[in-house]
């Protein structure tokens, strides 16, 4: 290779033009750049030797830039797809000479660069091989375009996305396409599952363009930022299986069930009670209205309890649209922020609920008491029923007060009676102090705690519904009508002398709650001892529980004299696959509380709360759980002074991250040295 010979290099990636200057040893050669730098080069790293009829044309290296100046003016690939037309009727081959020669009617140093150039860069018309080019078939170019079109497309919508997040992150507005939100989801589960995910990889990436650090914290931070999480946004909710909207089928479903709903299976054997005054109690905030309350006079003056319970069964049928679905979910979840509901808010709040009012399908329990509070006679019909009140428990505590309502005034006595014959059975009964957790995501997150007192009207309630669920287990056990029952083995609780020993009120009621055992759910009737009841069923929500709704579509079916829906052998079956949807629901809801809990105590940071310590977890450990009386909560708490069970102490917060369940305390007294108390991740503790 003569000296001045340009050539085409390839330098750490980078195409470069050089002039070889003298040979460097026996394979060598030293080349200078367009910058006079002098460079070593091997004759593997030489991509192209410009020449002319064979010939090379003497340069310098300071010509370099003003040859590739020439060289830009004839570098139009549009051109490179006539020669392809005309090269390829004959599937002829050509070299850049012979391309400059087509292209430009001239073979020189510039047009043949230029036409190498053209051949190098392309990756439609052309394949190399050897020293010539040649054009691929009409079919492999349609295919290559098709390609390259898309792969345009592609770096287009990322360059606009890309722009956008810029745009979004500096406090524009946006629109998101679906495409964006495909490329924002890797985030969200690099978010959620940390190095787990799958998309982790590509979720950095994002973070790196955007200038942030790689964590799942800072995907998540990003994602707030976004606007595409709020931050609240509930990660244990968008990681469990608890889904959170209904699937367009099922929307559809639950219109259809609206406007054309199925005939009534129970229609003849429906027994008009619109006659009764129906009370049905709730808390101000629910929608799926599932049980109301009423009381007959009988024709010798005698006093009967019927208990009315909504009948969604009468609006589908089993293993339809909506039934698969409700299975799937197997209950409805509260949250701090709202409900998602097992059935669609407007089938739930809508026909399947007991509307003031209007008439309304129900599952109708009449119960007799005898003078102990002992079931005499009971009926279970399918119904009718016109509730008249709608009332809140506040509304009830005030009606009784004020005697206005006899039939109240009645169901009250009876709650009274049942309550006393079910300890004179065993019950047992405790008496902690519970809380509401309420988020108003209308109004920025307005979040509210409050302690649940244990109003009578509550306790009222909750007998009736007792009540109808010992009546259905004794029609069931009958009958030899397989259902779901639920039961709880015997605690051992603590001797009397002991729990004597314990001062009263929260402390001796947690001892006994420690104790309780777990309820079961199970095709057998077995004692529930917490109720007190050799049987019992749940039967009174089955807008919110799939298992009330499996008992009912049994009941129903044995009182048309049909065949049941249900072998016991299908029951377990179905009780086995909607547990771990029951499991998930109830630990998302109540992690859910426990954050909404800790954002309160964060919102409230200067606030000085009275505690009381209920008892050492592990007391080697100093763990004991404290009992904030005002608001409710039971927190595990380390506290490193000496204290004894039923001590009081005050209080604040002196750290808290909701996001990281993570809580420390100090005494009001005292300072962070002299004690710190911290909020554990620990089991439920009743």
Known sequence: MEKGTLVEVKLHGDRRLMVIDRPEGKKHWQAIDENGNNHIIHPREINYTIKVNGESNSFTYNQIPSFLQKVTKFLDPSSLEVAWEILSEDSQATSPNDLANLLFSEISSVTSYAAYCLLSDDKIYFKQKGDLYEPRSGTQVAELRHQAEASAQRAKLLAEFQQKLHDKLAGGEVAWTSSDRTRLECLERYALNGDES???????????????????????????????????????????????????????????????????????????????????????????????????????????IWIHIADPTRWLEPESVLDRD????????????????????????????????????????????????????????ASLVKPNYRLTYEDVEEMLQLGVEDDLERLADYARLRKKWRVAQGAIEIHLPDTTVKVDSQNGDRLTLELMEDTFSRQLVAEMMILAGEVAAKFAQTHNIPIPYRYQEQPELPPLDTLMQLPSGPVREFAICRCMTKGLLGLYA?????????????????????????????????????????????????????????????????????????????????????????????????????????????????????????????????????????????????????????????????
């Open 526 to 686: 077995s004692r529930h001892a917490g109720l007190g009841l050799d049987a019992y069923a749940q039967v009174t929500s089955p807008i919110r529980r799939y298992s009330d709704l499996l008992a009912h579509w049994q009941i129903k079916a044995f009182l048309r004299n049909e065949p049941l829906p249900f072998t016991a052998e299908m029951l377990t079956a179905i009780l086995q696959a909607i547990d771990p949807a029951i499991w998930d629901a109830n630990q998302v809801e109540k992690q859910s509380v426990r954050y909404w809990s800790l954002e309160y105590l964060r919102r409230n940071k200067d606030e000085v709360w009275e505690a009381l310590m209920l008892d050492w977890l592990r007391e080697n450990e100093k763990l004991a759980l404290v009992l904030i009386e005002d608001l409710g909560l039971k927190l595990p708490m380390r506290i490193n002074r000496q204290i004894q069970v039923g001590d009081n102490l005050r209080i604040r917060t002196s750290e808290v991250d909701p996001r990281k369940d993570v809580i420390y305390f100090q005494e009001a007294s005292q300072t962070t040295s002299e004690i710190e108390l911290e909020m554990e991740r620990s089991p439920s503790l009743c």
């Open 198 to 304: 799958s998309d982790k990889a590509a979720a950095q990436e994002l973070l790196s363009f955007a200038k942030r650090s790689k964590g799942e914290q800072s995907a998540f931070q990003m994602l707030v930022d976004l606007g595409i999480w709020n931050e609240h946004e509930n990660l244990n909710l968008l990681r469990s299986q608890v889904p959170i909207r209904f699937a367009n089928e099922v929307i559809a479903a639950a219109q259809d069930c609206m406007t054309n709903p199925i005939p009534d299976n129970m229609q003849q054997l429906r027994r008009d009670l619109t006659h009764l005054h129906v009370y049905t109690i709730d808390d101000i905030s629910t929608t799926e209205i599932d049980d109301g309350l009423s009381i007959e006079t009988l024709s010798d003056g005698g006093k009967r």
């Open 326 to 381: 409700a299975r799937k979910r197997g209950t409805s979840v509260y949250l701090p922020t709202g409900v998602i509901p097992m059935f669609p808010i407007e089938l739930a709040a809508g026909p399947m609920s007991l509307i003031q009012s209007k008439v309304c399908h129900a599952m109708s329990f009449a119960v007799d008491l005898d003078e102990s509070g002992a079931i005499a006679n009971y009926e279970i019909v």
